[in-house]
């Protein structure tokens, strides 16, 4: 069964609020199942905007994993702290 991964491409726009995003979001996300493979390390945009700075992929057991996650009371409890501090794109993709 291929894996499911959120994309996650992010402008930080204020950073007092986007850390306590920051500091709750690992924990429940390990919580519901996910995994950080990027984390918002080093990176170059080879070709397109490059506005969106902050890049995080979290890896899921499955697609319908990463949308339940998504979905849930638990991270949806956070989101607002995200929205009210950035700007971003948020893709749910299945895994090759």
């Known amino acids: 069964m291929p894996k499911g991964y959120w994309i996650v491409h992010i402008k930080v726009t204020v950073p007092e609020t986007y850390r306590h ?4 979001a690992p924990g429940i996300v390990e919580q519901l199942g996910g995994t950080y493979t990027v984390d918002a390390g080093r990176a170059e945009t080879a070709e397109g905007d490059a506005s969106l700075d902050r890049h995080v992929v979290v890896e899921f057991p ?14 949806q409890s956070i989101v607002h702290l995200r929205r009210a501090s950035s700007v971003c794109t948020f893709t749910i993709a299945e895994g090759a």
């Open 21 to 24: 995003y920051a500091d709750v």
């Open 62 to 75: 499955s697609y319908d994993a990463a949308l339940t996650a998504f979905r849930s009371e638990a991270y």
